[in-house]
C-alpha cells in the first residue's frame, strides 16, 4: 500500500536518540477536556498532572509549540522506519479518535527499536508553523519498550483535495460516541498518511494531553497532507476542537533537515 509495501523500509532524515512522546494516551484515569472547568487551564490541579503547568519554567519542554526560525541541521542521519499494514481498529476514547497498530511495525531511533502502537487525531492541528494552525494533526506514537520513552510523527492537514488515505481509514465510518469502537478486517497502512518523511521539524517536547510528561521528541512532517472539507467536518463533528494551547518554547531549539531551513522572521 502506498509508499511502503509490507516489511518495507522508509528513512527520515533525523539524529536524535533520546525518547520520545506521544499525546494521546490519557484515556484512563481522572477525566480532562479542552474547555471548560476540565480544560487545559486546569489540568495541573489534579495531583500528577502539575507538569502541565510548566511551560515557562526553566528547563521546561512543553508541547505544542509555534514552530518557527529552526536551526537548518546537515548532520541529521537516517531514521529507519517499518511499517506494516494493521486491520481497522478505531476506538473513540472520549478524547480523540484513535487507530490501535498491530505489532510489527516500528522506527528505530539509534539503534533502538520503537513500536508503533497507534496513531490518532486533533482539531485543529495542535503545532503551528510559523503562526499558523492546521486544520487537523494525526500524531503516530511508537514506544521503546526497554526505556518507555515515546517517539511521535506528527503530520498537519490543510483543507483541499480529498485524503486518499483518510477515505481508506474511514471506509466502514468513525466511531461517533466514547467508547465506540470500528473494528473489520479492513486494512490501512500509516505509510499512506506521510507526505515526505525525509523532510521534518524535530524538537524535544512533551505529552499534549495529561499528565504532560516531558518525555517526547516530536518529528513534524514539513509537508502538509490535504483533507477535503467533507472530510474535516467528519472529524470535527465528533472530536470537536481537541487540541491544547500552544506552550512557550523556552529557549529549545528546533532543527530542521537541510532542504527545509526557516529563515522567517515573523
Given at each position: 500500500?502506498?509508499?511502503?509495501?509490507?516489511?518495507?523500509?522508509?528513512?527520515?532524515?533525523?539524529?536524535?536518540?533520546?525518547?520520545?512522546?506521544?499525546?494521546?494516551?490519557?484515556?484512563?484515569?481522572?477525566?480532562?477536556?479542552?474547555?471548560?472547568?476540565?480544560?487545559?487551564?486546569?489540568?495541573?490541579?489534579?495531583?500528577?498532572?502539575?507538569?502541565?503547568?510548566?511551560?515557562?519554567?526553566?528547563?521546561?519542554?512543553?508541547?505544542?509549540?509555534?514552530?518557527?526560525?529552526?536551526?537548518?541541521?546537515?548532520?541529521?542521519?537516517?531514521?529507519?522506519?517499518?511499517?506494516?499494514?494493521?486491520?481497522?481498529?478505531?476506538?473513540?476514547?472520549?478524547?480523540?479518535?484513535?487507530?490501535?497498530?498491530?505489532?510489527?511495525?516500528?522506527?528505530?531511533?539509534?539503534?533502538?527499536?520503537?513500536?508503533?502502537?497507534?496513531?490518532?487525531?486533533?482539531?485543529?492541528?495542535?503545532?503551528?508553523?510559523?503562526?499558523?494552525?492546521?486544520?487537523?494533526?494525526?500524531?503516530?506514537?511508537?514506544?521503546?519498550?526497554?526505556?518507555?520513552?515515546?517517539?511521535?510523527?506528527?503530520?498537519?492537514?490543510?483543507?483541499?483535495?480529498?485524503?486518499?488515505?483518510?477515505?481508506?481509514?474511514?471506509?466502514?465510518?468513525?466511531?461517533?460516541?466514547?467508547?465506540?469502537?470500528?473494528?473489520?478486517?479492513?486494512?490501512?497502512?500509516?505509510?499512506?498518511?506521510?507526505?515526505?518523511?525525509?523532510?521534518?521539524?524535530t524538537y524535544p517536547g512533551s505529552l499534549t494531553t495529561p499528565p504532560c510528561s516531558e518525555i517526547v521528541t516530536w518529528f513534524v512532517l514539513t509537508e502538509q497532507a490535504t483533507m477535503s472539507q467533507a472530510q474535516f467536518?467528519?472529524?470535527?463533528?465528533?472530536?470537536?476542537?481537541?487540541?491544547?494551547?500552544l506552550q512557550a518554547r523556552n529557549n529549545r531549539t528546533v532543527r530542521v533537515t537541510a532542504s527545509d531551513d526557516d529563515d522567517d522572521d515573523d
Amino acid at each position: 500500500m502506498g509508499i511502503m509495501g509490507k516489511s518495507t523500509n522508509v528513512f527520515i532524515a533525523l539524529t536524535m536518540v533520546a525518547g520520545l512522546a506521544s499525546s494521546a494516551s490519557a484515556a484512563d484515569g481522572p477525566s480532562f477536556a479542552y474547555s471548560g472547568d476540565t480544560g487545559p487551564g486546569f489540568w495541573s490541579e489534579t495531583p500528577g498532572w502539575e507538569t502541565c503547568a510548566r511551560s515557562t519554567e526553566p528547563g521546561a519542554r512543553q508541547t505544542p509549540i509555534n514552530i518557527r526560525k529552526a536551526t537548518e541541521d546537515d548532520s541529521l542521519g537516517p531514521l529507519q522506519l517499518t511499517l506494516l499494514d494493521t486491520e481497522l481498529h478505531l476506538i473513540n476514547n472520549g478524547h480523540t479518535i484513535e487507530q490501535e497498530y498491530e505489532t510489527g511495525s516500528s522506527l528505530n531511533v539509534g539503534g533502538a527499536p520503537f513500536d508503533l502502537l497507534q496513531f490518532h487525531f486533533h482539531t485543529q492541528s495542535e503545532h503551528a508553523v510559523r503562526g499558523k494552525r492546521g486544520v487537523m494533526e494525526l500524531h503516530a506514537v511508537f514506544r521503546d519498550a526497554m526505556s518507555g520513552d515515546l517517539a511521535v510523527v506528527g503530520v498537519l492537514y490543510k483543507l483541499g483535495k480529498k485524503s486518499e488515505f483518510l477515505a481508506d481509514l474511514m471506509a466502514e465510518g468513525l466511531p461517533e460516541k466514547a467508547g465506540d469502537t470500528v473494528i473489520s478486517h479492513h486494512e490501512v497502512n500509516l505509510s499512506d498518511a506521510l507526505t515526505d518523511a525525509g523532510s521534518y521539524y524535530t524538537y524535544p517536547g512533551s505529552l499534549t494531553t495529561p499528565p504532560c510528561s516531558e518525555i517526547v521528541t516530536w518529528f513534524v512532517l514539513t509537508e502538509q497532507a490535504t483533507m477535503s472539507q467533507a472530510q474535516f467536518k467528519s472529524f470535527n463533528n465528533i472530536m470537536g476542537n481537541n487540541f491544547r494551547p500552544l506552550q512557550a518554547r523556552n529557549n529549545r531549539t528546533v532543527r530542521v533537515t537541510a532542504s527545509d531551513d526557516d529563515d522567517d522572521d515573523d
